[in-house]
């Protein structure tokens, strides 16, 4: 790692810094606007969040990429439940994107989340972004969602080889995630005014976050 960044638990006195850049990092990525920042405002009171992965990035002090933790868990068919995690959001400062400093902060974090005994990482990305740092498709784990989908966006990653056996497992995400939109966007509108726009990858977004695997 280049000797000016440095990587370190997040403190509350980063909030701030740190949801203004989720914003700028992700405003009209996905949709119009975005609401990544408004999960990071919430999601740290909620009690399946796990303050030890909540990990900052920094270029000597400046902040410039953040990933956030949450338990999630897995469930077989006999009703077997096993406790794994799930991240997001993770971000990157526009003008550090695609310099290897996500590859830095995802690395680092998997080496902290297996010190803590977990062993399977699940969550919902581009592919793209992902399989280089080892996660695979659902399909390829025999993980699936409640209605027995497997969601071309959904992706895992062992921590611990042959921690999924090959059994089939139900995936269960944390209801932190499920905030409310009317809130999200008053949050949104209290903060320093950003133009909302219509861009390319947003379809690109709404196509794969509804392809499913067969």
Known sequence: MNKTLTIRRETEKDYEAVEKMIREAFYNLYV?????????????????FISELDLVLLDGEQIIGNIMYTKARLVDEQGNEKKILTFGPVSIRPGYQRQGHGKRLMEYSFEQAAALGYDVIVIFGNPGNYVSRGFKSCRKYNVCLEDGTWPAA???KELREGALDGRKWIYYQSPAFEI??????????SLEKMEKKVQPSQEEFYILSHALIR
């Not at 119009?32 to 399946?48: F, K, N, Q």
């Not at 409310?180 to 509108?189: H, N, T, V």
């Open 180 to 189: 409310d939109e009317d809130q999200a966007q008053r949050f949104d509108d």
């Open 32 to 48: 119009p606007g975005c609401t990544e920042h408004y999960l990071a405002h919430v999601i740290r009171g909620h009690e399946d």
């Open 154 to 156: 959904m992706l895992v």
